[in-house]
Nanobody
Framework: QVQLVESGGGLVQAGGSLRLSCSVSGSIFRINAMGWYRQAPGKQRELVARIDRSDSTNYADSVKGRFTISRDNAGRTVYLQMNSLKPDDTAVYYC???????????????WGQGTQVTVSS
């Protein structure tokens, strides 16, 4: 069973930084990509950043130049370094992975439980 455990959320003042982590456990044949989404109250969940197996990345326009996504060498932990945080970044942040469970499986995705990030003005 695939499990994602997120950590690193919290309360920070505007202009501050936080680093989110998401560790993946369970039997997986291949992780194709890892990413972070966020959902603010009353808004739809949106993609923040994504990194694939070749370390290609893409970011939401609103976070470009401020956030950096990366992963560890084992490819089992994904990070989101968030700098120059703004009150508009306040949201629940979710980790998501796209995986192939076995050699004979199609791609599927899994979500973390979410971690709250609150940026005060």
């Amino acid at each position: 069973q695939v499990q994602l455990v997120e950590s690193g959320g919290g309360l920070v003042q505007a202009g501050g930084s936080l680093r989110l982590s998401c560790s993946v456990s369970g039997s997986i044949f291949r992780i194709n990509a890892m990413g972070w989404y966020r959902q603010a109250p009353g808004k739809q969940r949106e993609l923040v950043a994504r990194i694939d197996r070749s370390d290609s990345t893409n970011y939401a326009d609103s976070v470009k130049g401020r956030f950096t996504i990366s992963r560890d060498n084992a490819g089992r932990t994904v990070y989101l370094q968030m700098n120059s945080l703004k009150p508009d970044d306040t949201a629940v942040y979710y980790c998501k992975i796209w995986v192939v469970a076995t050699l004979w499986s199609y791609e599927s995705d899994h979500w973390g439980q979410g971690t709250q990030v609150t940026v005060s003005s």
